[in-house]
């Protein structure tokens, strides 16, 4: 079993930036595909970016796409989200998760992810 625990979040303005880590532990990230999700208030957690095992395949929700960056380093197990050009629609709490799946492609829903971390707060302020 992997744990997961995101850092990075944080306070910034619009148009800003900010890089989210998500690290693991028990398990090397690198028996897993991972994504990204995040909830703002009020609503439903939201697929924001997947990468698979081999970061061979990224695939970005298309409110972030061309903004955001996923990538990750299996040597020091820790996996990224660099954030550029934030808008305050951003402001979510940001969620790392691990799929046990063996695919070449990310899946993009939620329940296909077993492991999760406790999340990591965003604002970006207008």
């Known amino acids: 079993q992997v744990q997961l625990v995101e850092s990075g979040g944080g306070l910034v303005q619009a148009g800003g930036s900010l890089r989210l880590s998500c690290a693991a532990s028990?398990?090397?990230?690198?028996?897993?595909?991972m994504g990204w999700f995040r909830q703002a208030p009020g609503k439903e957690r939201e697929f924001v970016a997947g990468?698979?095992?081999?970061?061979?395949?990224?695939y970005y929700a298309e409110s972030v796409k061309g903004r955001f960056t996923i990538s990750r380093d299996n040597a020091k197990n820790t996996m990224y989200l660099q954030m550029n050009s934030a808008k305050p629609e951003d402001t979510a709490v940001y969620y790392c998760?691990?799929?046990?799946?063996?695919?070449?492609?990310?899946?993009?829903?939620?329940?296909?992810?077993?492991?999760w971390g406790q999340g990591t707060q965003v604002t970006v302020s207008s």
């Open positions: 028990g398990r090397t990230l690198s028996r897993y595909n």
């Open positions: 998760a691990a799929d046990e799946g063996s695919n070449w492609y990310v899946q993009v829903q939620q329940e296909r992810y077993e492991y």
């Open positions: 990468i698979n095992w081999r970061s061979s395949y990224t």
